[in-house]
């Protein structure tokens, strides 16, 4: 809670009255008051949601233990009540609660574009059972919203008794509710627009997934350097190296131990994302030195390094060598981790990924499906990895299966819109296999249209000379000389490709040669 209220006391240095409250919070504060100190007009509410609106992950960190304990009351009564209703076998009851906010025209044709469709909030969503009390909020749209205590994942409390304003008889959603959109309408009387929502278990599967993931590597790891994991995977490149460093400084370097070793190889990972391929190898090399020195010779650590190692020669189309150091990060796995683990599974899909660019696709998808089998072992919860579904699709794609490839992208696609934010990489990297499929099935119009979105999407989110964007100009090269024989506008992207590739890739790549 420290680096919160040192936040707090920065931002409110010249308001006496809100400095008193940060005062009265840390003199005062107990998890167990989460809900009355959210619910109470101060500081903290104010600093919770607009780091979860603007998705502030510098705030969203520094607010960690907060957040975790507001959601860890609002699941504790959840789950009481709805014990306390199965303990005098009365049924579990149905309740409709309501939300009042503002909204724009655009955001609610959006909503009724989606009617059917899965949404989530965002953040904490506060609602009433009063109607009147989510009037007084409502100037553009009433969400009137349908819940039950028989849901899963479902979290929901009934927080009026422990609220500082209990006569609004609150209703509070956690962090990771979802909703089904069941009708947009507006109401002539009322000169609003009413969305009537209903909680839903769909979709949340894809979430617990990913916690079920990381809880099986909290063991491993500290909860600073999940954190940093975590920024890489939602494609927050530049965050995660700057909050790499700040770990880094506060560790003694003279001293070898895991966590610093830790710290080199994310920073390998983040650099190799953003397609920064020597800085990557030079930090996997540190980690691969001091990791050796700590550790005995096929330590599970020395795996995952050699992973990365192999994913960064990957990326620099150095396939042999590649394929070397994953078949290598594989036996270390199978030999020193326990059956199923999440890095094994990890490295039977990068040798697959390995196989696939090297041309060999009964290998490929040999080891795609092997991992996607593991992964469905580990989480039983009927939810395929998004990733190697696509590493699948790459295998098909490349042994002519189109109709299959292209079933599996959309699949994975479909995965990563759920779980992803919606402007990531791979969400683009989904559109250019998408694009690929499409053109070998002739399918012009629609192979033009994933790779634009592609496009779009990667230059909005790379930097300009990333080797991804590239091959998203490459493609459309493709895609245009097949479709239009005089060439121009094919011309035109393959130019393109050449000049990225020739910045940023070796000169025997692939790609170039």
């Not at 209220?5 to 409250?21: F, I, Q």
């Not at 190296?241 to 400084?249: C, I, P, R």
């Not at 190697?388 to 819109?417: C, D, P, T």
Request: charged share 25%.
């Amino acid at each position: 809670m420290k680096e919160m209220l040192v936040k707090c006391r920065d931002y409110y240095k010249d308001n006496e009255k809100e400095l008193e409250k940060i005062d009265e919070f840390e003199e005062k504060y107990k998890k167990e008051k989460a809900v009355y100190w959210y619910t109470t007009p101060t500081f903290v509410s104010k600093l919770i949601n607009k780091a979860l609106r603007t998705e502030d992950m510098h705030a969203l960190y520094i607010c960690r233990a907060y957040i975790a304990d507001l959601s860890e009351q609002l699941h504790k009564e959840y789950e009481e009540y709805k014990q306390l209703l199965i303990d005098y076998k009365q049924p579990l009851d149905q309740w409709t609660v309501y939300h009042g906010r503002n909204m724009s025209q655009e955001e609610i044709v959006l909503l009724r574009q989606k009617i059917g469709q899965l949404i989530s909030m965002n953040g904490f969503l506060s609602t009433s059972k009063q109607k009147e009390v989510a009037d007084l909020y409502a100037k553009d749209v009433l969400f009137i919203i349908e819940t039950t205590f028989d849901l899963s994942y479902g979290c929901f409390a009934h927080v009026a008794p422990m609220s500082v304003w209990p006569e609004e008889d609150e209703v509070l959603f956690d962090l990771a509710s979802v909703f089904k959109i069941k009708d947009v309408k507006y109401d002539e009387t009322e000169q609003k627009w009413n969305v009537y929502l209903v909680t839903s278990d769909e979709g949340t599967h894809v979430l617990q997934a990913h916690i079920d993931s990381v809880r099986q590597e909290a063991d491993e790891l500290n909860i600073d350097l999940i954190f940093a994991r975590l920024l890489i995977q939602i494609g927050e490149y530049q965050l995660a190296n700057d909050y790499l460093t700040k770990l880094a400084s506060i560790i003694p370097a003279e001293e070898d131990n895991r966590d610093l070793a830790l710290i080199y190889h994310y920073h390998g990972s983040s650099l190799d994302r953003a397609g920064n391929y020597a800085q990557a190898m030079v930090e996997y090399e540190k980690t691969l030195a001091m990791q050796q020195r700590l550790f005995p010779e096929g330590h599970s650590d020395l795996g995952e390094t050699l992973g990365g190692i192999g994913l960064v020669y990957d990326n620099m189309g150095k396939y042999d060598l590649s394929i070397e150091k994953h078949l290598q990060a594989l036996a270390m796995g199978e030999k020193t981790l326990p059956k199923d683990h999440v890095h094994i599974a990890e490295a039977l899909n990068n040798v697959g990924l390995c196989y696939f660019k090297m041309g060999k696709s009964d290998l490929a998808l040999e080891y795609a499906v092997r991992a996607l089998e593991m992964r469905q072992r580990q989480f039983p919860h009927d939810h395929p990895d998004c990733y190697m579904l696509n590493n699948i699709g790459l295998a098909y794609h490349y042994s002519h299966e189109y109709e299959k490839a292209l079933v599996n992208f959309q699949q994975s696609l479909e995965m990563r819109q759920r779980c992803l934010p919606p402007d990531h990489a791979d969400i683009a990297g989904s559109f250019c296999n998408l694009a690929a499929a499409h053109l070998a099935l002739k399918h012009f119009d629609e192979a033009i249209d994933y790779s634009l979105k592609d496009l779009f999407m990667s230059e909005k989110t790379l930097p300009p000379d990333h080797s991804e964007l590239g091959i998203t100009h490459h493609y459309l090269g493709q895609i245009y000389r097949a479709k239009y024989p005089d060439g121009t506008l094919a011309l035109q992207h393959y130019e393109k490709a050449i000049e990225i590739y020739m910045k940023t890739l070796p000169r025997h790549h692939p790609y170039i040669g």
